[in-house]
């Protein structure tokens, strides 16, 4: 795209929250991935703070495993002037893509789409703001391989230019790293539908899909951070890198000092302990 190009009127949002986190464990417990704590607050207030920020006005957020709870929990961490609807996926125990088409009613335009189990710099979200494009399925990438952290458990994606030519957790043939946000036109439901199996799909497949007619596009974060929080040791290495970030003053979620950051949520993992006892 043209550094004169307008940026697109993105004022939508979805947020993928519906999973159980069976790999992220806090002292033995099991608690939804979206409130686990990260320096002490909720992960998804991260995201949530993060969109604000970037002037998204409205959130889908795609809830599923103890949806209610989740949806209770997450609602006083809302910042003013952000309208939150929570979606439920009955069938959140099947691939993201499944998630994906829950907001399918629900959007008519371009969105930005995340995941609530990653943290990233408001330099990410602006970059790719700027960069979209319309009509395509718009990812931010990360040429920075050897920075990345757990390599292994990261989806690969291989490109020509700006172009995405192949995605997917065993390339062996890769140049850059998908940070998990997006900006999405609406056909981006089309390619889920179109990849769906026994009624299964991954948003990596529609993005396959997309990238098989030319419309799905990478755009280089640059120097912007971001981190998946998928395991405990990914979670010690987010929390690390927003302590670092935060005392050189860089701009991102880490900034929010406690004055600014809301209410606070109340300790998930003691009431999910007391549920199960």
């Known amino acids: 795209m043209k550094s004169s190009d307008p940026r697109l009127p993105i004022r939508d949002a979805v947020i993928l929250m519906a999973g159980i986190g069976s790999r992220l464990r806090v002292n033995g417990a099991t608690l939804a991935k979206p409130l686990v704590p990260v320096l002490d607050r909720p992960l998804i207030s991260h ?18 495993f103890e949806s209610d709870f989740v949806t ?32 399918a009613q629900r959007v008519i335009a371009p ?6 189990d990653h943290l990233f710099d408001d330099s990410l979200i602006n970059t790719l703001l700027d960069q979209a494009v319309a009509g395509e399925i718009n990812l931010a990438i990360d040429r920075k391989i050897d920075s990345v952290f ?57 993005v396959r899909l997309a990238a098989g007619e030319g419309k799905a596009r990478a755009i ?22 927003l302590r ?14 406690a004055g600014d950051r809301g209410p606070q949520m109340q300790n998930p993992l003691r009431q999910t302990e007391q549920r199960e006892n």
């Open 47 to 64: 995201t949530l703070e993060a969109l604000a920020r970037a002037g998204i006005e409205n959130v889908y957020a795609i809830v599923g």
């Open 72 to 103: 209770t929990q997450t609602q006083p961490l809302i910042p003013p002037g952000l309208n939150v609807e929570f979606l439920r996926n009955v069938e959140w125990q099947k691939q993201n893509g499944v998630s994906v088409l829950t907001a």
């Open 111 to 116: 969105f930005l789409l995340t995941m609530s």
């Open 150 to 206: 757990d390599l292994d458990d990261a989806t690969k994606v291989q490109t020509n230019g700006d172009r995405i030519v192949a995605i997917g957790k065993s390339l062996t043939t890769y140049d850059a790293i998908d940070t998990g946000m997006f900006v999405c036109a609406t056909n981006i439901f089309d390619y889920l539908e179109r990849a769906r199996a026994d009624g299964d799909c991954s948003l990596t497949e529609g």
């Open 220 to 241: 280089d974060i640059q120097q912007a951070w971001w981190q998946d929080v998928d395991t405990p040791a990914m979670l010690a290495q987010a929390e690390e890198r």
């Open 244 to 257: 670092t970030r935060s005392g050189r003053g860089d701009s991102g979620q880490s900034q929010a000092s």
